[in-house]
């Protein structure tokens, strides 16, 4: 089956090269991210697309979602999305959009943003994944929108799937799936307890997290960074595992010591004495 790359003409830091549009299939065929709204791009999505029947998003950034319009109005095909712009179909997770011999199946993978969708081919094991895996270097997670728990949960659902190939929406195509997979689960591991040991250390904010952590990468690339290291500190808060306090307007992250519940022994979250089915217990026992 055909599988071809436009590239769009929006490179950067985020970005690498530029986005990638993917036009899967010969006869009828589909288009995954449009990328941005530049005419130029467009026709040559368009030309060679073919007989387009379907225009798919993986999320709503500009750098994947805005050509869309343009591009459904010059061919007539529907556009398909999770958080779908004005006129275009919703989709959910697990549905599955059939064109001539093509079926991709819907693969909700937030983390990347919660609105982001990969698409798989089962039959060729082909996974188009948007933002949530790129070719080169690791995906972007800004918070609020970015959520690095629903992101790690996103990876692995993508690993149960045994993918082949990986066709990312920046960057190379990725012809060792399951290594790719396991290599960005480990990553994210092994930043974790970067953090977790320069907050030991005594370092307080990401900002200072970032030069003890990244010294290796272009000073261009720490504000990005520091973002990243935030979505960890908010995945250790929600685990209980550190907290923040904000103290004449600046917001200071430490470590917190792992308490067990005083009733059962189980990890407790945040500074409780009862863990979680303790003190439900415990509230209906007085009840
Ligand atoms: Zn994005
Ligand atoms: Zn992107």
């Known amino acids: 089956m055909r599988i071809l790359r436009v590239l769009a003409p929006n490179p950067g830091i985020r970005e690498l090269e530029g986005t990638n549009t993917w036009i899967v299939g010969d006869g009828p065929s589909i288009a995954i991210d449009p990328g941005p709204d530049d005419a130029g791009h467009l026709r040559e999505v368009a030309r060679e697309a073919g007989h387009l029947a379907a225009i798919l998003l993986t999320h709503d950034h500009p750098d994947h979602a805005p050509g869309a319009a343009a591009l459904a109005v010059a061919t007539g095909a529907p556009v398909y999305a999770a958080r779908p712009p004005e006129g275009a179909k919703r989709l959910t997770d697990g549905q599955r959009i059939v064109v001539g011999d093509v079926v991709l199946t819907a693969i909700a993978t937030p983390g990347h943003t919660l609105d982001h969708i990969a698409y798989f081919d089962e039959r060729h094991r082909s996974l188009f994944t948007g933002d949530s895996v790129l070719g080169r270097g690791t995906s972007v997670i800004d918070p609020p929108e970015g959520d690095l ?139």
Do not use: F
């Not at 190379?172 to 040991?197: F, N, S, T």
């Not at 904010?205 to 990244?214: D, H, L, Q, S």
């Open 149 to 287: 728990t629903s992101y790690l949960r996103s990876l692995r659902r993508m690993r149960e799937l045994s993918p082949s190939v990986i066709y990312p929406g920046h960057g190379p195509v990725v012809l060792d799936a399951p290594g790719k997979l396991e290599e960005y689960v480990q990553h994210r591991a092994a930043r974790e307890e970067q953090v977790l040991a320069a907050l030991a250390s005594g370092v307080r904010t990401p900002e200072e997290i970032v030069p003890a952590i990244y010294g290796d990468h272009p000073a261009d690339l720490h504000p990005l960074a520091a973002r990243s290291v935030l979505a960890h500190l908010l995945k250790l808060e929600n685990e209980g595992r550190a907290e923040r306090r904000t103290t004449a307007g600046a917001v200071r992250w430490t470590l917190l010591e792992p308490r067990t519940c005083v009733r059962c022994g189980r990890p407790v979250k945040g500074r409780g004495l009862l863990c979680g089915p303790c003190s439900l217990a415990v509230l209906q026992e007085s009840g």
